[in-house]
């Protein structure tokens, strides 16, 4: 990274390949594999169109990527024009993500956000929200109606963020708060969105 004010932001997005069987686990469980895959990939499709039009400088970090038969300087099909990388193996979320974080700042970036891909209410609006957040506060957080969080964004890296929490729970976001009150960071909340994870998000998020 340059250090230029537009390379000074990054974004993380956490993804999977579009696999059957290997992706919306939860989901495929109520609707099928093929189904399930279906959406998943609709899901990538608007969080990529999201990042796109964002225009902030991006990597993906795929979790367990096992077909790519890409050179790591090619990009992803689903991820036109964007650098990817392969999650490490490590034992929870947390630490993944405190990995990419991690090699973010340490690439000279000042204003990190991570995002997933479950989330079809993310706009460009709610990313460009969240560095704009940054410039006066630490962290930033966009809540998911589920107990979690569909983006964190953070000034500098902050291990205690990561550590400690029981992932795709709904004490996630209440566990990272009060992580973020007890570290006195300032920290500022984006709009309430859906995540897409059941047959029950589903149907809501069908039914518009």
């Known amino acids: 990274m340059t250090t230029n004010k537009q390379d000074q932001t990054h974004l993380l997005i ?15 469980a109520g609707i ?15 969080t990529a169109q999201a990042v796109a039009k964002a ?3 991006a990597t993906v970090w795929l979790a367990e990527a096992l077909t790519l038969p890409l ?8 991820w036109p024009g964007l650098p990817w990388r392969v999650q ?13 974080f991690a090699e973010a700042f340490a690439a000279g970036a000042t204003h990190v956000a991570i995002i997933g891909t479950d989330c079809p209410g993310l706009t460009c609006a709610h990313i ?14 966009g809540p998911a109606d589920d107990g979690g969080y569909y983006l964190l964004g953070l000034r500098q890296l902050q291990p205690a963020l990561f550590e400690n929490k029981t992932w ?17 960071l300032r920290t500022a909340l984006l709009p309430t969105l859906h995540d897409i994870d059941s047959v029950e998000d589903l149907a809501r998020w069908r039914a518009g």
């Open 14 to 28: 956490f993804a999977r390949e579009p696999m059957l069987g290997r992706v919306k686990t939860r989901l495929a």
């Open 32 to 46: 099928g594999a093929e189904a399930a895959l279906a959406v998943y990939r609709e899901l990538l499709t608007h």
């Open 55 to 57: 225009q902030i400088p």
């Open 71 to 78: 050179a790591s300087n090619e990009a992803l099909p689903e």
């Open 88 to 100: 490490p193996a490590a034992d929870s979320l947390g630490a993944r993500m405190a990995h990419a």
């Open 128 to 141: 460009a929200q969240a560095f704009s957040l940054l410039t006066d506060h630490d962290a930033v957080l």
């Open 168 to 184: 795709s729970t709904p004490t996630v976001l209440a566990d990272t708060l009060a992580d973020a009150q007890r570290l006195n």
